[in-house]
C-alpha cells in the first residue's frame, strides 16, 4: 500500500470514530469526491474539538484557534501547528493532532478553499469562545451556526463546482448547514445545559427552536433541487434526511433515532 493510500485509508477510519451521520454518505461518495469531503470533514473537525474540549480553559481554546487559523492563512506549517499542541497533546484527540495529515489527503484543486473555509472557522470559533457562547438574539444564532455549520454549506458548494461545474446558491447552503446544527442543538439542549451553555437566543422556547430549525431545513430542501450530479445529489440528501427524522424522534419526545431507524432512512434515500 503506497503512503497515500494509507494515509487516506487512515482518514476514512478517523472519520468512522468521529461521525457515523457524516461517514456514511461520504463513503459513497466516488474516490474524487471521498478525498476532498472528507478531507474537508477532518479539518474542520480537528477545530471543532478544541472549541468544544471541556478540560480546556477558554482562553486556551481562543489561544489555539486564532494560531491554528494563522497557520491555515500561509503554507501549511505542520511542524509549528505540532509545537503549538504539544502542550495539550494528551488532552486533544487524534482527529485534531493530525489536521496536516487530513490536509494531505486534500486534492489540489480544493485545498486551498478547504483551508480558507477552516481557517475562518476557526476565527469565528475563538470569537463565540471569548463571548462564553452567550447568544441573546437570533442575529446571535444565526452568527454563531454560520460559523460552526454554514461554512461548511458553503466550503461543500465550492467542491462541487470545482468537481464538475454544479452550482449551487450559498446563501441556501448556510441554511442547510443552520439546519443541521439546530437538530444538534435541540438533540443536546440538556447535555449543553449541564456544562452551562444555552444556544437558544432570549426569550425563546424550545418549539422556537424547532421552527429554527424547520425553516432552515426547507432551505435545505430548496438548496437540492440544483443539483444533478448523482453522487453529489446522494451525499446531500442522506444527512438532510437523518435530521429530518432525528427532529420528528424529538418532537415525540424521544432523544434520538435508534439504530435500525438510522439505517432504514439511508436504505430508503439509496432506493430512490
Not at 503554507?75 to 493532532?97: G, H, I, N, S
Not at 461545474?165 to 443541521?180: N, S, V
Request: aromatic share 8%; glycine share 4%; charged share 30%.
Amino acid at each position: 500500500m503506497t503512503n497515500d493510500a494509507k494515509l487516506l485509508k487512515e482518514a476514512m477510519h478517523i472519520l468512522k470514530l468521529t461521525s457515523r451521520t457524516f461517514y456514511i454518505p461520504i463513503k459513497l461518495l466516488n474516490p474524487t469526491l471521498r478525498r476532498a469531503v472528507g478531507s474537508a470533514y477532518l479539518c474542520m473537525r480537528a477545530i471543532d474539538e478544541i472549541e468544544d474540549h471541556e478540560q480546556i480553559d477558554a482562553q486556551t481554546k481562543q489561544f489555539l484557534l486564532v494560531e491554528t487559523s494563522r497557520l491555515l492563512d500561509n503554507e501549511f506549517d505542520e511542524e509549528a501547528y505540532r509545537v503549538l499542541l504539544r502542550p495539550y497533546a494528551e488532552l486533544l484527540p487524534e482527529v485534531t493532532l493530525r489536521l496536516g495529515d487530513w490536509l494531505l489527503v486534500c486534492p489540489d484543486d480544493v485545498i486551498e478553499k478547504v483551508k480558507d473555509s477552516t481557517r475562518i472557522m476557526a476565527e469565528g470559533m475563538a470569537k463565540w469562545v471569548e463571548k462564553d457562547f452567550e447568544i441573546n438574539t437570533l442575529e446571535d444564532l444565526d452568527d454563531y451556526t454560520f460559523y460552526v455549520a454554514g461554512l461548511v454549506g458553503v466550503m461543500l458548494s465550492d467542491i462541487w463546482e470545482a468537481y464538475d461545474g454544479t452550482k449551487t446558491d450559498r446563501d441556501l447552503a448556510i441554511g442547510y448547514g443552520r439546519g443541521l446544527q439546530a437538530v444538534n442543538m435541540l438533540r443536546n439542549q440538556d447535555e449543553d445545559a449541564d456544562r452551562g451553555v444555552r444556544f437558544i437566543p432570549d426569550g425563546w422556547t424550545r418549539d422556537d427552536m424547532f421552527t429554527y430549525a424547520e425553516t432552515n431545513l426547507a432551505k435545505a430542501d430548496e438548496y437540492i433541487e440544483s443539483i444533478t450530479t448523482k453522487n453529489i445529489l446522494l451525499f446531500c440528501k442522506i444527512p438532510l434526511a437523518l435530521a429530518k427524522s432525528t427532529l420528528a424522534a424529538l418532537h415525540s419526545g424521544r432523544e434520538k433515532m435508534n439504530r435500525k431507524e438510522v439505517e432504514s432512512t439511508v436504505a430508503a434515500i439509496l432506493e430512490e
